[in-house]
């Protein structure tokens, strides 16, 4: 770090005095001067009120452009990539903004809205597109099964905004503002120094340009830089810690409910006993013209479970996320499934929170969360391995029995689970079908799984699709 900054400096003072060099040999202040006169010039101006003045009254028509501009495209963003009808009416005036001549745009709200709003409506139009576009580009790559996530736990919507959007919108809105803070005030200069209004910067650089002052306009542009710099730097700074704000939230609501959990000795981090059966009736879908589910019924009742059998393809999945609700059936009823938790069959989890926090996120209360603490460390002995790690870091075992753990805390009535023993071992499947058949309580339990020993694990019956699809014939 120290040997990089030393050659970023060394490289600042060379320029420097080539700069310096070049205006000794030109030897006409007037025309071109160095950086010793343009530091003179601009520490004397430093030292009276009109200077600062200048800044503050630029700053504050900038600023307002820029915040402006950032709430009405995170807005539009938002609603132009659920809506195709908005972006394609907001497309031509973008395209307008983005190609017409900023000065054209400059004379033309000079005419319109006067010189002293003009400056913050040109930072807003510049500013405007790459935030709208931020936020079409973080909608069209965003992770779409945390959201099936969000709605089978039913997260709140706090939540849902804070922790599992936010989180994927922040590098492209990043990326987005650092350009932006920058553009901002190039372009907000460029305003004030055509439409001139009083007390800006603008003006200042309009004045010096008339007494020929070379040494102030240099001053002036690089005060200009220095203060896109450091807005950038403040601007992203606090962005940054707005955005770890959800999360430190999230880590304080599984901190209370351990405390409570202490506190209160007494205090029941069980699974309430929901006790309701599952009905399955005559359960159609298809796939674009290929049917995958055709009439199937399934009968649970409280307690039971049941490992569904059928080979990759055939429609496990897709079974149970009908179930879940996550896909609309074509035709049939399903009945006793308001109450669910899921193991999915990929990892669903927030990759930047901890484990603890993961099942804190979905958790109805601080007992969940508690019950959920209780389950890790019964799938993962060893807490060294997951306590105080963020998701990203464990492995594909123990995230699956993070998802287990997180389904079985859940209050429900069904346990739905896809595959949930892929990437254990057999010592951690066996470990984790004891903890699932303890925490059931008298829960329905349905598995979708390839592998009949998981069937002997669990205690469980075992179904095939096509005997589903066959039972209502018979």
């Known amino acids: 770090m120290k040997q990089r900054w030393a050659k970023r400096i060394a490289v600042i003072l060379a320029w420097l005095a080539i700069w310096q060099l070049a205006s000794m040999a030109i030897g006409n202040p007037m025309l071109f001067c160095g950086p010793v006169e343009s530091c003179v010039a601009l520490v004397s101006a430093a030292q009276t009120t009109s200077f600062w003045v200048s800044i503050a009254w630029s700053a504050i028509r900038i600023g307002l452009g820029f915040l402006c501009a950032l709430l009405l495209g995170c807005v539009f963003g938002a609603f132009a990539s659920k809506f195709a009808i908005v972006r394609d009416a907001l497309s031509p005036a973008i395209n307008v903004v983005k190609s017409a001549p900023v000065v054209c745009i400059i004379a033309l709200l000079?005419?319109?809205?006067?010189?002293?709003?003009?400056t913050s409506i040109v930072v807003a139009m510049v500013v405007f597109p790459p935030i709208y576009a931020a936020m079409i580009e973080a909608a069209a790559n965003r992770d779409r099964s945390l959201d099936e996530l969000a709605s089978v736990f039913d997260v709140r919507p706090f939540s849902r905004i804070t922790l599992i959007e936010l989180p994927q919108y922040a590098p492209f809105l990043r990326a987005a503002?650092?350009?932006?803070?920058?553009?901002s005030w190039k372009a907000g200069v460029a305003a004030e120094l055509i439409g001139l209004p009083g007390s800006s910067i603008g003006e200042a650089v309009y004045l010096s340009k008339l007494t020929l002052d070379v040494a102030m306009i240099i001053s002036w542009t690089a005060v200009v830089i220095v203060l896109g710099w450091l807005c950038e730097k403040a601007f992203i700074a606090l962005f940054d810690r707005i955005c770890d704000i959800p999360g430190y939230l999230l880590s304080r609501r599984v901190c209370r409910a351990h405390s409570e959990a202490s506190a209160n000795a007494d205090m029941d981090s069980g699974v309430a006993d929901v006790s309701f059966g599952l009905n399955v009736n005559r359960l159609d879908k298809a796939f674009g013209g290929q049917v995958i589910l055709s009439s199937v019924s399934v009968q649970m009742d409280p307690g039971m479970r049941v490992c569904l059998m059928a080979p990759s393809g055939a429609g496990k999945t897709t079974l149970l996320r009908a179930i879940s609700m996550l896909e609309r059936p074509d035709g049939g009823q399903i009945m006793g499934n308001d109450l669910i938790s899921v193991v999915f069959q990929d990892d669903r989890l927030i990759e930047g929170c901890s484990a603890l926090e993961n099942i804190a996120l979905t958790a109805r209360d601080k007992a969940e969360t508690v019950r959920g603490d209780e389950l890790l460390s019964e799938l993962i002995p060893d807490e060294s391995t997951w306590q105080n790690k963020q998701v990203r870091d464990l492995s594909g075992g123990m995230k699956r029995r993070v998802q287990i753990a997180r389904a079985l805390a859940h209050r429900s009535s069904i346990v739905l689970m896809d595959e949930p023993f892929s990437g254990l071992d057999d010592a951690a499947k066996r470990?984790?079908?004891?903890?699932?058949?303890?925490?059931?309580?008298?829960?329905?339990?349905?598995?979708?799984?390839?592998?009949?020993?998981d069937a002997s694990l669990l205690d469980a019956s075992i179904m095939t699709l096509d005997s589903l699809q066959l039972a209502d014939d018979l």
């Not at 925490?439 to 390839?450: E, N, Y």
């Open 110 to 118: 000079l005419v319109l809205a006067g010189s002293h709003v003009t």
């Open 177 to 183: 503002l650092k350009t932006a803070v920058a553009m």
């Open 431 to 453: 470990s984790a079908a004891r903890v699932i058949l303890n925490a059931l309580g008298g829960r329905a339990l349905l598995v979708a799984t390839h592998d009949e020993d």
